[in-house]
């Protein structure tokens, strides 16, 4: 019998892509997605959906059992921006879901678990260029400190109870099937919209901000490689740096401005730019490419013209 997988969080912005691209990898039966809502039309309609909260112990160890499930990925969790207003809730929501998958692991009922992490374990005593792997990690952000904290209790659980958990630190994600909600790198979606819609936007983030981030296809092509390397190769089990690109607002206005010369930018920084300056403006990520052999192939103008063109084809703008 093929084995199965649980995606919970499938309706979000990593969720919606990875469930797509795993169901046409194992088949579509095989990928059960879940949310607490429902999701584009394309996902719901492939495959199987479930509704369930990521936080409820037994809902996903119900699905766990009644699907036969073999692996998961637990993509739910409330990203920087909101989790400073909502912080209890930000905390409870990433750190209960995270045991419960990690716990399912421990006895034995899946076999295998992917959790996201992120640069927001880094903070501002962390060196901001060339981020290594093992530095400070002083997060600032309640964001931050679960998807650290996460990051121990993946690596303990690993250590402790032989879990096969694996992580990435995912830089700024863009991506034109469903919006990002709630994060301090949204700017770098929200400009290819308003640029098609609108001719101009006003970035939350100063012009010389610069961060880590990743085309949507880099991102699952990396995450889909690090769950099929064989286990041995998985030499961290925290959570592996990985990157592509950097690029500042001013920069990426300009990428742009190649395609749309009559875009205009301007600057009106809110309470994410203190978010934005605790964060890396680089990675090193040597031991993902050396370890499991990851490699990006999106650069900001390969980046730009398919998030134009998607955008352009998914929204009928
Ligand atoms: N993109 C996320 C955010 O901005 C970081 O992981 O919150």
Redesign the pocket.
Known sequence: MASKILIIGACGQIGTELTMALRAKRGNENVIACDIREGNKELMASGPFEIADATNYHQIEDLVIQYEIDEVYLMAAM???TAEKFPMKGWALNMDSLFHVLNLAKEGKVNKVFWPS???VFGPTTPKHDTPQTTIMEPSTV?GIS?QAGERWCEYYHKKYGVDVRSIR????ISYKTL?G?????YAVEIYHEALKNGKYTSFLKEDTELPMMFMDDAIRATISLMDAPSDKVKIRSSYNLSALNFTPKTLAEAIQKHIPEFEISYDPDFRQA?ADSWPSSIDDSRAREDWGWKHEFDLEKMTSGMLEGIKEVHHV
Do not use: M, N, V
Request: hydrophobic content about 30%; glycine content about 16%.
């Open positions: 990203l920087s921006a992120s640069i927001a964001y998807k995912y830089p700024g994600l990002p709630g994060g301090t790198t949204d978010i």
